[in-house]
């Protein structure tokens, strides 16, 4: 009976393994061989004989070639491998490169497109696709014979009635062609050498995403334009593989080169150009290719310096000579509408830029200093969406409590954190969660960084009088169910948004200070009475900005016991744990884009009993986390743990370093 067990028990395991999917790495780069090293090992040893693909997010030419070499090693010795479920990252670099032999994918993810589409119109193939009926193909049509100067599916783009994605997958299969999308489902390697200026490549609409032995992909906007990859074919020697993407795409996959290669325009401005408005251009629209989110022009006793601040770090980008300079910061006046004369005062200005299709708003600031004038523009990107709070980062606890808050029919909730923090951002992503017709938003701001549909914003003017408090005393007799308060800084300011949450509204404001504890104490020291803050105050959520490990680099790295142990109780995993390698496509950093932490405190009778009897920071903290309050520190820890970030850079977040 007991040797039946054991026999039906190895039967089992057997069965088990053969059904067990081994799942690849989220990124496919040089950073994760030893990981592909070690699947290898484990099919070629076990009887697994499939690999799961569908945490693939991104990969480069090293981590696809590595990937191809594991499949024909173990082909090689009799035990074929098939990739199961594939993400669109996979799919679209196997169809790029067509490599349905090298890289199995299962069923027909990795065939190449049917040509049932070849040679048909482009506006028959998107009413096949279901993206246009008869009756919106007509009336393209029609308007397509009024403007004998664009092509239909420009018209129909223009009219409203496809979106970018859908013609570019329709030109796609016109050509039989695979339609991917580079930038987004990570599949550019832009460490590639192809020796063709960024400029050519971006009049032509090609970009170079990926390479596999001799064949090179190239994604193109219009695939009947052959120039562009007769050109990147010759330059290469290369045998090329066209794609079809989205223009928006190709720039977006541009840019991202561009940054990688350190290609900087603005470097060589004093060169090449001859006049502050010209060097202006170009170290702005450097600055937003290199994703910048403040650009700065500062004074020093021998020139100017240009530096970027990118992911929350300022970097140096140039310099140029004192004359050249002050050009620059008189061009940057002129179109903020500064005063040109006036050089020993601060000024404050706005900048509508808009070139192709890139459209921002810069908010100028001009400061007086030793040696000259200092220019700061804040970009604000006017096509930015507002993001959800989920895609903020929040989640679990710390959502639940804030989305409570927030659908109370008044009170007061707070937002804190450092400038920079993207206090603003949150709470235009709480507006455009809870605005509807049926209730009157109002907003006092300063000043105003995106429009939100359906909201009356207001942005302060202190030179006509109109501050913050003038704002809100005119705003509570315009009837509103919402305000939002841009800040909270004076006494005045506090005293309104207290008066506000106490007579029936609710009202969102951000708050300078360390952690959610804090807050209530601060409110205090400014004047209000700890009663009515207890009374008013629903919830504070305090919030910081992380810099993300750049998925295509990012190495495992194995923590000392002594840190583990000591971060064990703020949450910290036994692993994987990741650090910052770097690499071209994040410029060496090893990050890459930024994402959230946050701290939400819920407002409860307890709370409110200890902020009305003037309870100190510690012992509200005390409270808070005893009825479940996760710390910064500890949400940190929790995206650190997810291979996020790194645990230094959570530390930062926590204030422990």
């Not at 290898?40 to 070639?65: I, K, P």
């Not at 100067?149 to 299969?173: H, T």
Request: charged share 25%; hydrophobic share 40%; aromatic share 4%.
């Amino acid at each position: 009976m007991k040797q039946s067990t054991s026999e039906d028990k190895r039967v089992n395991d057997s069965r088990e393994a053969e059904h067990r999917v081994l799942p690849l790495p989220a990124a496919l780069s040089s950073s994760r061989a030893q990981e592909l090293e070690n699947l290898f090992e484990e099919l070629r040893l076990g009887s697994v004989q499939a690999l799961d693909g569908s945490n693939v997010s991104s990969l480069d030419t090293e981590g696809l070639e590595i990937l191809g070499s594991v499949c024909a090693r173990l082909n090689g010795i009799g035990k074929p491998v098939e990739i199961q479920s594939p993400s669109n990252t996979l799919i679209g670099a196997c169809r790029a490169l067509q490599l349905q032999k090298q890289i199995p994918l299962a069923g027909e993810a990795g065939a190449p497109p049917h040509p049932r589409f070849l040679g048909k119109r482009v506006g028959e193939i998107l009413v096949e696709m279901g993206c246009l009926s008869e009756e919106e193909l007509q009336t393209g049509l029609a308007k397509a014979k009024e403007r004998p100067d664009a092509y239909l599916g420009r018209v129909l783009l223009d009219e409203g009635l496809i979106q970018d994605e859908e013609l570019a997958e329709a030109l796609a299969l016109q050509h039989a062609l695979p339609f991917v999308l580079p930038a987004k489902w990570k599949i550019l390697d832009v460490s590639l050498e192809h020796a063709i200026p960024t400029n050519e490549l971006r009049t032509h609409g090609a970009v170079p995403i990926l390479r596999f032995g001799d064949t090179l992909a190239v994604a193109v906007s219009d695939p009947s334009d052959v120039y562009a990859v007769d050109l990147i074919r010759r330059a290469t020697s290369l045998s090329v593989s066209a794609v079809v993407t989205t223009p928006e795409e190709i720039r977006k996959g541009l840019d991202l080169i561009q940054r990688a290669a350190g290609q900087s325009t603005a470097a060589n401005t004093t060169k090449h150009t001859s006049n502050g408005s010209e060097r202006f251009d170009d170290l702005l629209l450097n600055g937003l290719i290199e994703g910048a989110s403040d650009i700065h022009l500062e004074a020093m006793e021998d020139g100017y310096t240009l530096r970027y601040r990118i992911d929350g770090r300022l970097r140096d980008v140039s310099t140029f000579g004192l004359s050249e300079g002050r050009e620059v910061v008189a061009r940057v006046k002129v179109l903020a509408g500064c005063d040109i004369a006036e050089k020993r005062r601060p000024q404050d200005g706005r900048i509508h830029f808009c070139e192709s299709d890139r459209d921002v708003d810069l908010r100028v600031s001009t400061m007086p200093t030793v040696y000259g004038e200092k220019a700061v523009m804040r970009v604000l990107d006017r096509k930015a969406h507002c993001q959800t709070l989920e895609e903020l980062g929040l989640a679990g606890r710390n959502l639940d409590w804030l989305r409570d808050a927030i659908q109370a029919p008044h009170g007061l909730v707070l937002v804190t954190g450092p400038t920079g923090a993207g206090k603003t951002t949150t709470l235009y992503s709480v507006l455009d969660e809870i605005v509807t017709p049926e209730i009157n938003v109002a907003t006092v701001e300063n000043p105003v960084e995106r429009a939100i549909p359906g909201v009356n914003q207001t942005q302060v003017n202190h030179k006509a009088g109109l501050g913050f408090d003038t704002c809100l005393h005119s705003l509570l007799r315009q009837d509103p169910d919402v305000i939002m308060i841009g800040e909270i800084r004076d006494n005045e300011t506090a005293a309104i948004a207290i008066e506000a949450a106490l007579t029936g509204h609710l009202v969102l404001a951000t708050l300078h200070t360390n952690d959610a504890p804090s807050a209530a104490t601060r409110m205090v020291q400014m004047g209000v009475e700890p009663y009515l803050v207890a009374a008013t105050l629903r919830a504070v959520m305090a919030q910081r900005l992380l810099r993300k490990l750049c998925d295509s680099c990012k190495s495992p790295i194995a923590l000392p016991d002594a840190v583990r142990e000591n971060f064990a109780a703020s949450g910290l995993s036994e692993g994987p744990h990741y650090h910052a390698a770097g690499c071209p496509a994040c410029r060496k950093s090893g990050y890459s884009g930024r994402l959230g932490v946050f701290e939400v405190m819920q407002v409860d009778s307890a709370l409110q009993e200890m902020i009305s009897s003037g309870a100190n920071n510690h012992e509200i903290r005390k409270q808070a986390e005893e009825r479940g309050m996760l710390s910064l520190l500890q949400n940190g820890i929790s995206r650190v743990n997810a291979g996020l970030t790194s645990l230094e850079e959570a530390l930062r977040a926590g204030n422990c370093g």
